[in-house]
């Protein structure tokens, strides 16, 4: 499968790469630019949405291109969940997006995807979160957990832009409360930094809780398409934090590509400018393979 450089594990968003491309030709790309795995995305979109309802047989196909490139998928991100939240009060809105996290978990196991990345909207966008909401988000969080430890799938939530997932204190309410080891952290220091949050604070207190890393550039109050170094964020800061508390899950770099632009060159010097953030951050084995995957 993928060749990793030492201990860091770098991976590429799905929607990095155009949505007209085929997934063939994104892991191929993927791969080519250097990159370890590829994050698969079930957004709110009823396509990407309708890939949990595959048979196994599709699901094996696209394992076996996945095999076939020599990139895995590591982790998933149920970006979806935006628009279907399970603490939505309207019912059909919050058991459409408990249905898709279960989806989501039997997908993954299938595919020998390890962690599972929920974006933590407990509402719609634009809707008041409230103590009933909020009931309802853990409560449909701690029966996607049980089957997910069943099937020995992480689930690990992100944090997002709204007040109620801002940051990973308030997340912690959710680990702390259910208190199992397949429910984690994916944070997104990105959108940590965009919701005025210390993200350098926050990946030190809760270290031991991250599953993985999200990875991008971001402004105040956008936590979408900046390009890396156009942003407000200090990677070197945050790559610091990790390296100090001896973080080495994935990381993953978030990026965005229109429909027909074929941005290859994009995700490429990503991962050489992120590679340098790391390196100044002290990010090396004791080989220095980061340095060697510089060159």
Not at 28 to 53: H, P, Q, T, V, W
Not at 208 to 214: S, V
Request: charged content about 25%.
């Amino acid at each position: 499968m993928a060749k990793y450089n030492g201990n860091l594990s770098i991976g590429i968003y799905e929607k990095a790469l155009p949505a007209d491309m085929g997934i063939e030709q994104k892991l191929l790309c993927a791969k080519e630019a250097g990159y370890c795995f590829m994050e698969l995305s079930i957004d709110e979109s009823d396509e990407r949405i309708a890939r949990l309802k595959w048979d196994r047989q599709k699901r094996y196909g696209l394992r076996e291109i996945s095999e076939k490139t020599e990139v895995p998928f590591i982790t998933m991100c149920i970006s979806g969940n935006r628009r279907y939240p399970i603490g939505s009060p309207d019912p059909a809105v919050s058991q459409k997006g408990l249905e898709m996290i279960l989806d989501s978990i039997c997908f993954a196991s299938d595919m020998g995807i390890r962690i599972l990345q929920i974006a933590a909207y407990d509402v719609n966008l634009g809707q008041e979160s409230t103590i009933q909401s909020r009931q309802a988000f853990g409560d449909g969080l701690e029966k996607c957990v049980r089957l997910a430890s069943s099937l020995g799938v992480m689930l690990a939530l992100e944090n997002v832009d709204c007040q109620f997932g801002e940051s990973l204190e308030n997340l912690m309410f959710y680990l702390e409360k259910i208190n199992s080891p397949w429910l984690r952290l994916y944070p997104d220091f990105g959108n940590l930094s965009a919701m005025g949050q210390d993200y350098k604070i926050q990946l030190e207190k809760f270290a031991g809780y991250i599953a993985a890393i999200h990875v991008k550039d971001t402004k105040s109050g956008v936590v979408r398409n900046t390009p890396f170094g156009e942003g407000t964020v200090d990677f070197v800061a945050a790559f610091k934090v990790l390296r100090k508390v001896n973080f080495y899950g994935p990381f993953l770099l978030e990026m965005w590509a229109g429909k027909s632009i074929n941005n290859f060159e994009a995700i490429k010097n990503a991962r050489l400018w992120v590679l340098d953030k790391l390196s100044k951050a002290s990010y090396l084995n004791e080989e220095g393979l980061v340095k060697a995957a510089l060159q």
